[in-house]
């Protein structure tokens, strides 16, 4: 309100000096009322909205410090979890090599080893037995 000449009390207390054939004081006290009323409605609306913009702006303040810190937390851990996630895939890897190559290793060694048993009659006449 720096830039104002006259404030809503500035004018209702303004007093006009009235000369013959002047103006109508009722006429100039109406309009100067409806002035009044005016300057009032401006003032308060100026007064919410400089409230509002400082919230806003207050707010924009607390938002732009948290996504930088956010963003900061995010750039340091995204290499950490994807070197954590390749270091997994490679170790899962490791594993399924070493249970796959395992067993055929381990198949072919049971299947040299492997002696087919042999049945005499008496085994098989046993078994009819049953």
């Not at 006259?6 to 309009?31: C, H, N, S, W």
């Not at 170790?91 to 040299?112: I, M, P, T, Y």
Request: aromatic share 8%.
């Amino acid at each position: 309100m720096a830039n104002t000449t006259y404030t809503a009390k500035d004018i209702l207390q303004q007093e006009f000096k009235t000369k013959m054939r002047g103006y109508d004081p009722i006429e100039v006290d109406e309009f100067l009322d409806g002035i009044i009323k005016d300057y009032e409605t401006f003032t308060k609306e100026i007064l919410t909205l400089q409230e509002e913009n400082d919230r806003l702006n207050a707010k924009v303040a607390q938002l732009s410090k948290s996504q930088a810190i956010s963003s900061r937390i995010q750039t340091t851990e995204a290499p950490k979890s994807q070197a954590v996630t390749n270091f997994d895939i490679l170790k899962r890897l490791s594993n399924l090599e070493k249970e796959v190559f395992g067993k055929k290793l381990d198949q072919s060694a049971a299947a040299e080893s492997f002696v087919a048993p042999t049945l005499t009659t008496e085994d098989l006449e046993q078994t009819r037995q049953f």
